[in-house]
Nanobody, 115 residues
Framework: QVRLVESGGGLVQSGGSLRVSCTVS????????MGWYRQAPGKERELVAS???????TYADSVKGRFTIATDTRAKKFYMQMNNLKPEDTAVYYC?????????WGQGTQVTVSS
């Protein structure tokens, strides 16, 4: 059974940093396509960052240079470091894994950036 458990997030002032993490179980971790999405109130869910073993990380234009996606293969975890956060980054952040062509989602974690 595939399971994604998120941690991190929280409340931070504008310009601050946070890290969100996603621990994955039930997959061959090296074969995952991993990503972070976010959904702000009244908006559609959007892809923020993604990576896989065979593809360099990609980022939404709005977060380039501020967010970094990376993996801890031994811990079967991937995370996203978010620096220089802005109020417009406020959203629920979801981790996503595509494994054997099936999408799996974490439970979501709230990130709130105050101005």
């Amino acid at each position: 059974q595939v399971r994604l458990v998120e941690s991190g997030g929280g409340l931070v002032q504008s310009g601050g940093s946070l890290r969100v993490s996603c621990t994955v179980s039930g997959t061959n971790f090296a074969r995952n396509v991993m990503g972070w999405y976010r959904q702000a109130p009244g908006k559609e869910r959007e892809l923020v960052a993604s990576m896989s073993r065979d593809r360099a990380p990609t980022y939404a234009d709005s977060v380039k240079g501020r967010f970094t996606i990376a993996t801890d293969t031994r811990a079967k975890k991937f995370y996203m470091q978010m620096n220089n956060l802005k109020p417009e980054d406020t959203a629920v952040y979801y981790c996503n894994v595509i494994y054997l062509s099936v999408n799996y989602w974490g439970q979501g974690t709230q990130v709130t950036v105050s101005s």
